[in-house]
């Protein structure tokens, strides 16, 4: 079974602090994207990478950096957290290739900062 | 620029009644299109892809080229069917930059007793 995970469900953190979201797959997807999700907004992509060490910014990457040393976990880092992060944050995985394309989200991680 | 648009926010029909989401598209080669479910609590996932031609829980959704829509269909709406639907395009296969989704902003279906 796919699974994708994230290492908290709810995170409540102070304006200012560094914040690291971890999501971790097990499916050897070369892909992997971290998404915040937000009423009336969709669904917006802020980092992507596709292979370790590679990453690539999505629509939103301002204020966010990530980091994947390992193929299997994709670490979102928000250097100083402001309160307009408070969001939802969709982790998710995929392959490349291949006619049965899919994403493959985690949990998500409600973040509030205050 | 690729862009998927959902006409509507928000969905509301009654249980028995048939509904259809809206998704249509602006890409110029040949898509390929996902509508993703996520039920209350729950994480979000892929419901149907169109190259599959298949029909979950009920669901349906036909590529329209000629009107560059992806509208997803059931003929009798059921209460947990309520839920947030996303439409999402993908890059053709050999196309640049296509490991990633462009989506809709969603629509939220509600299905009344």
């Known amino acids: 079974d796919v699974k994708v995970t994230q290492s908290s469900r709810y995170l409540v953190k102070r304006t200012g602090e560094k914040v690291f979201l971890e999501c971790v797959q097990d499916m050897d997807h070369e892909n992997m994207f971290w998404y915040r999700q937000d009423p009336g907004l969709g669904l917006r992509l802020i980092y992507f990478?596709?292979?370790?060490?590679?990453?690539e910014k999505g629509d939103i990457p301002e204020g966010y950096s990530v980091s994947r040393e390992k193929k299997e976990r994709f670490s979102l880092i928000l250097e100083s957290a402001s309160t307009n992060q408070t969001s939802m944050y969709l982790c998710?995985?995929?392959?490349?290739?291949?006619?049965?394309?899919?994403?493959?989200f985690g949990p998500g991680t409600r973040l509030t900062v205050t | 620029a690729q862009r998927v648009t959902q006409p509507e926010k928000l969905l509301s029909v009654f249980k028995g009644a048939p509904v259809e989401l809206k998704c249509n598209y602006s890409?110029?080669?040949?898509?390929?299109l996902f509508w993703y479910v996520q039920y209350s609590r729950q994480r979000l996932q892929l419901l149907l892809r169109h190259i599959s031609r298949e029909s979950i829980k009920g669901f349906t959704a036909d590529l329209n080229k000629g009107e560059t829509s992806f509208h997803l269909k059931k003929p009798f709406a059921q209460e947990e069917d309520s839920a947030m639907y996303y439409c999402?395009?993908?890059?053709?296969?050999?196309?640049?930059?296509?490991?990633?989704?462009?989506w809709g902003l969603g629509t939220s279906l509600a299905v009344n007793p």
């Open positions: 999402a395009l993908k890059r053709r296969a050999d196309a640049g930059n296509n490991r990633k989704l462009i």
């Open positions: 890409y110029s080669g040949s898509p390929e």
């Open positions: 998710a995985s995929s392959l490349s290739l291949g006619v049965s394309y899919e994403q493959y």
């Open positions: 990478s596709y292979d370790v060490k590679m990453k």
